[in-house]
Every structure is written in structure tokens, then in C-alpha cells.
């Protein structure tokens, strides 16, 4: 049941991480747009999910094994 409500949360948690992840993708790349904003944001929008996804993993499951404890 948490592991599908985690799972449920992706989405949520993938918008919540975008300005951070904006934030990253500036610092990578020395405050710079090389490949100009559009390409900035839709590498962000093609990671942002994933992010999301392995984070809620990773707190859900440790959320778990903490209970088991």
C-alpha cells in the first residue's frame, strides 16, 4: 500500500523537483545556455520524472525497512 501510494507521487514529486533541477543544470553548465533555453528546459522535463521516481523509491523504502526495525 505506501509503495503504491510512493508510486502515486511521482508525478508530483518530478514538478516539485524541476526548479531545483533547473538550478543543477545552471550550475553544470556555468550559468550558461549553450544550447539555448528551450533545450535547457526539455532536458530538465525528460529528467525530472526520473528524479522523482528513484527519490520516492528511496524514501519509501526506507520508510519500510525503518517500520520493520
Known sequence: ???SFGITLVAV???LLVPVLLL???ILNGF???EGREAMVENVLNVNIWVGLI???IIIE???LKQDS
Do not use: D, E, Q
Open 32 to 34: 550558461t545556455l549553450p
Open 1 to 3: 500500500m505506501i509503495r
Open 55 to 57: 527519490a520516492n523509491f
Open 24 to 26: 543543477i543544470y545552471s
Open 13 to 15: 514529486s518530478g514538478r
Open 62 to 64: 526506507w520508510k519500510i
